[in-house]
């Protein structure tokens, strides 16, 4: 069983940036990822990563502002969010898996079968 307890959450303003962790107990499984929830939205996958490999995934809508990493020696996931905007702003959730199904971590829920309880992000403008 693993668990996973997210903090970092908060309240910025437009082109702020915020850095998310997961704390993952006992230890961190093979992937990773992120996940956000907007009122009346899907849960919508941020960015995942293999822990093993490195090997990560974005969604287009996040590239190049978002960047997911990890510690093992810590048990930590992190997302480090930059350049926010209003429409980033959702319940952010750690997830993981132990298995790696593909040749690139998934961005789809059904891969991930251990959830945290979530973050608030707010970006006003």
């Known amino acids: 069983q693993v668990q996973l307890v997210e903090s970092g959450g908060g309240s910025v303003h437009t082109g702020g940036s915020l850095r998310l962790s997961c704390e993952s107990s006992p230890r961190i499984p093979f992937s990773v990822a992120w996940f956000r929830q907007a009122p009346g939205k899907e849960r919508e996958g941020v960015a995942a990563?293999?822990?093993?490999?490195?090997?990560?995934s974005y969604a287009d809508s996040v590239k190049g502002r978002f960047t997911i990493s990890h510690d093992s020696a810590k048990n930590m996931v992190y997302l480090q969010m930059d350049n926010l905007r209003p429409e980033d702003t959702a319940m952010y959730y750690c997830?993981?898996?132990?298995?790696?199904?593909?040749?690139?971590?998934?961005?789809?829920?059904?891969?991930?079968?251990?959830w945290g309880q979530g973050t608030q992000v707010t970006v006003s403008s």
């Open positions: 997830a993981a898996a132990w298995s790696n199904f593909n040749s690139t971590p998934s961005l789809l829920p059904i891969f991930y079968n251990y």
């Open positions: 990563l293999y822990t093993g490999s490195g090997s990560t």
